[in-house]
C-alpha cells in the first residue's frame, strides 16, 4: 500500500506511562498526521479521535492486525504494556513492517538493557524480552532507533508511591542505598516524537533516557518534601514484604517478576544512572523528581501552603 504519510503510534491509548497518548498528541500539535492503535472501541480511543487522531483497533499479538494497522505507513512508533507477549509483538512488528518497507521503526525498551548481555541477563522476564527484542530488531536490518529510558516517574513512582505519602507521608520501597534517576514518560515522550518527525540523523542509534539527578531515595524523599511543602521520609521496606504487598493487589505474575527485579537491582545500585538523551534529543532539561511531584502534588495527599 502507498505511503499515506500518517505516522503509526501502537499503545496510543495508554495510561500508565502513556508514552504513546503523549507521543501522539505531540505529533499531531506538530501538524503531522497520526494513525493511533488502540485495543478497543472506549473513551480513551474517543478522545484520540477527538485530537484529530485516525484511530485503529487491533491486538499486537495478530500478525493479521497488525500488518492492517502498519500498511500504508512508513514511521512507526512500537511500545506496549509490559506483558508476557511482549517478545512475539516486537518479532511480529519487525516481520510487517519488512514486508510493509517501514522507513523507521522507534522501539521502546529499557535502559537496563545497556547492561545486559548473553552471560549477563536479569531475572526480569520483561527485561529478558526487551533485550532479545533489540538482538531481533538488529537482525532484521530495519531502520530502528532504539529508547532505553530508565525507571517512570508517571508508571511507577506515582502509582506505587503515592498512597503511602498520601497516608503516612513516607515512600516505602525496597530500594535500599542505592541510587536512582527516574525519567518522566513525558520527557521521554518529547524525544519520541522528535525522532519520529524527522527520523533520519537518529536511525541505528540507542538512546539513554533518565531524570537529572542520581541519588538515593532519602534524596528522592527530599525533593517530595521540598515540593509538598511537608516531610515526607524514605522507609526502606523488605523485598518480601513489598513482593507480598504486590501479589496481594493481584498484579500478574510476569509484572510482579518485573518490579521485584527492578528493586533488586536498585538495591544493588544497577539503576545509578545518568544520560544526557532526554535535551539532546528534544532540547529540554529533563523533569526532576520535584518538578514531577509538583505538578502532581494532589494525587501526593497536596501541598503544605
Ligand atoms: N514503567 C516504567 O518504569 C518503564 C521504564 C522504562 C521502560 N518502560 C517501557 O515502556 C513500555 C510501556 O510504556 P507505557 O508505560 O507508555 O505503556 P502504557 O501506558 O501501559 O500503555 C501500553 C498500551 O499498550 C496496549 N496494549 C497492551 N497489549 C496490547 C496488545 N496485545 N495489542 C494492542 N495494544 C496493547 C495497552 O492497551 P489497553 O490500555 O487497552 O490495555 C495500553 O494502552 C514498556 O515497553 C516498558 O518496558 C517502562
Redesign the pocket.
Known amino acids: 500500500m502507498a505511503d499515506n504519510g500518517s505516522i503509526l503510534v501502537?499503545?496510543?491509548?495508554?495510561?500508565?506511562?502513556?508514552?504513546?497518548?503523549?507521543v501522539t498528541g505531540l505529533l499531531l500539535e506538530r501538524g503531522l498526521p497520526v494513525r493511533a492503535?488502540?485495543?478497543?472501541e472506549?473513551d480513551?480511543a474517543a478522545a484520540l479521535r477527538a485530537a484529530g487522531a485516525e484511530v485503529v483497533v487491533?491486538?499486537?499479538?495478530?500478525p493479521a492486525?497488525v500488518y492492517r494497522v502498519v500498511s500504508g505507513c512508513r514511521r512507526v512508533y512500537f511500545?506496549?504494556?509490559?506483558?508476557a507477549?511482549?517478545l512475539e509483538?516486537t518479532v511480529t512488528m519487525a516481520a510487517v513492517a519488512r514486508e510493509v518497507g517501514v522507513n523507521a521503526l522507534v522501539n521502546?525498551?529499557?535502559?537496563?538493557v545497556s547492561q545486559m548481555g548473553i552471560q549477563n541477563t536479569t531475572p526480569s522476564p520483561?527485561?529478558r524480552q526487551?533485550w532479545l527484542s533489540e538482538q531481533a530488531l538488529a537482525w532484521s536490518g530495519l531502520p530502528v532507533v532504539t529508547?532505553?529510558?530508565?525507571?517512570?516517574?508517571?508508571?511507577?513512582?506515582l502509582p506505587l508511591t503515592s498512597p503511602t505519602v498520601r497516608d503516612r507521608g513516607r515512600i516505602e520501597l525496597p530500594f535500599g542505598r542505592g541510587k536512582t534517576n527516574?525519567?518522566s514518560?513525558g520527557d521521554?515522550?518529547r524525544v519520541v516524537a522528535a525522532v519520529l518527525a524527522d527520523p533520519g540523523p537518529h536511525l541505528g542509534r540507542i538512546y539513554e533516557l533518565t531524570g537529572p539527578r542520581s541519588q538515593d531515595m532519602h534524596g528522592v524523599a527530599r525533593e517530595y518534601s521540598d515540593a509538598l511543602n511537608r516531610e515526607v521520609t524514605y522507609s526502606d521496606i523488605s523485598p518480601e514484604d513489598w513482593e507480598r504487598e504486590l501479589k496481594r493487589h493481584g498484579l500478574p505474575e510476569h509484572l510482579t517478576r518485573?518490579l521485584v527485579t527492578?528493586a533488586e537491582l536498585n538495591r544493588a545500585g544497577r539503576y545509578d544512572r545518568l544520560a544526557d538523551g532526554v535535551e539532546r534529543v528534544s532540547g529540554r532539561p529533563a523533569m526532576s523528581v520535584r518538578e514531577f511531584v509538583s505538578l502532581h502534588a494532589d494525587e501526593f495527599g497536596g501541598r503544605r501552603s
Open positions: 501502537t499503545g496510543a491509548a495508554g495510561q500508565l506511562g502513556a508514552v504513546g497518548r503523549t492503535m488502540v485495543r478497543r472506549d480513551r487491533g491486538d499486537l499479538l495478530e492486525d511500545g506496549m504494556s509490559v506483558s507477549g511482549y509483538a521502546m525498551s529499557q535502559m537496563t520483561q527485561q526487551h529508547i532505553r529510558p530508565t525507571v517512570f516517574l508517571e508508571g511507577f513512582f527516574p525519567v514518560s521521554v515522550a518485573h527492578m
